[in-house]
């Protein structure tokens, strides 16, 4: 789909879409992720983790992003048209053709080198050609939340919730205007 230079190494971080052999390294990146969050913000909603069969149903059913470098799939991310029930949608900007960037993880060593921002990248390009018009997403408003990257990546914050008793920040990124 799309190469990205970060700061992993001389190899070029490659983002594609993933593929069903993928599903246990991305399982395999979201229980690091999580691991490593609980590790340095304690136990939270963060501490949950996708088994590679939640994975693989997630890419047979949506669009599934991966980040692959030298040392294998180091990141992942979801596109769905489904709105989560973490949503409020009367939060967000009306667009016809919203998609949702959900399970959104990034192997504690790859972090702070790019995987993250090429990702998102690859996400507006992907939700372009899917025809959407506006990627939405939540954040937990906490320091283990990512909403300070969102707003690096050019989201920008359209408000906050809370579901089942998790603290929310909202985030938007319109296409094609």
Do not use: K, N
């Amino acid at each position: 789909m799309e190469t990205h230079r970060t700061g992993l190494g001389p190899a070029d971080v490659v983002v594609d879409r993933a593929i069903e052999a993928d599903a246990r390294a991305i399982a395999r990146v979201a229980r690091a992720a999580a691991d490593d969050l609980t590790t340095r913000h304690g136990s939270g909603p963060w501490s949950r983790a996708a088994s590679e069969t939640a994975a693989l149903r997630g890419i047979e059913m949506s669009t599934v992003l991966v980040a692959r470098s030298g040392q294998g799939v180091v990141g992942s991310l979801r596109l769905t048209e489904v709105e989560p029930v973490t949503i409020d949608p009367a939060r967000f900007t009306p667009v016809r053709a919203p998609l949702y960037v959900v399970d959104v993880a990034v192997a504690p060593q790859a972090q702070r080198r790019g995987v993250g921002s090429a990702l998102m990248a690859a996400a507006r390009t992907a939700a372009t050609r899917l025809g959407a018009d506006a990627l939405r997403l939540d954040a937990y408003d906490d320091p283990a939340g990512a909403g300070p990257f969102y707003l690096r990546c050019d989201f920008r914050p359209v408000g906050g919730g809370v579901h089942g008793g998790v603290a929310l920040l909202y985030f938007e990124a319109l296409l094609g205007r």
